[in-house]
């Protein structure tokens, strides 16, 4: 799988930023070294949330398992720039009011990059065709109401396998 760094300037840690490298073997998000070769990465994990409780959440827990969370602007361009920033996994809120995620889900199934990417999604318990739907696209479907009490455990199964390919690849 490719290394996940992305060129463009995305919100990395509440702000703007381009991918955060690590130096000398530890990581500092307030220091950015653009372009350079020598360093190596955390695994990208872009998230599709604009619900600030569930972001920050994720956000703190991706922190945790030295995964760099990407934060993507919901709208027109969403598919591209997730496309345009290679990532090791997906974290979507299914229910987001800002985008429709299940045409935006199958469409990046069907992108030969994304086909394989791990794709976590939550939703309500009462939103049985939204669970189906989503899991028929292979999301790994979360209840809302569990998402945010185990929410590191999930995530660290998600992106388990990553972790050694990405130190493999150093």
Known sequence: ?????????????GEKRSAVPIERGRFDPHRIVEENQDQQSYPVVQVLISEEFFWNKVKVALMALERQ???LDLGENTQADILGCPCVA?????EDERLDMLPLLAQLRNQEDMAEIPILGYCSHDQSDILRAAES???KVVLRSS???SLVK????????EEDSTRQEA
Do not use: N, S, Y
Not at 1 to 13: L, N, P, R, S
Not at 90 to 94: F, H, K, R, S, T
Not at 154 to 161: M, N, V
């Open 147 to 149: 998402f945010a009490a």
């Open 90 to 94: 997906l974290v979507v809120d299914l």
């Open 1 to 13: 799988m490719k290394q996940a760094t992305c060129g463009q300037e995305k919100e990395v840690f």
């Open 69 to 71: 969370p990407i934060r």
């Open 154 to 161: 999930i995530l660290h199964e998600l992106t388990a396998g």
């Open 137 to 139: 696209l292979g999301v």
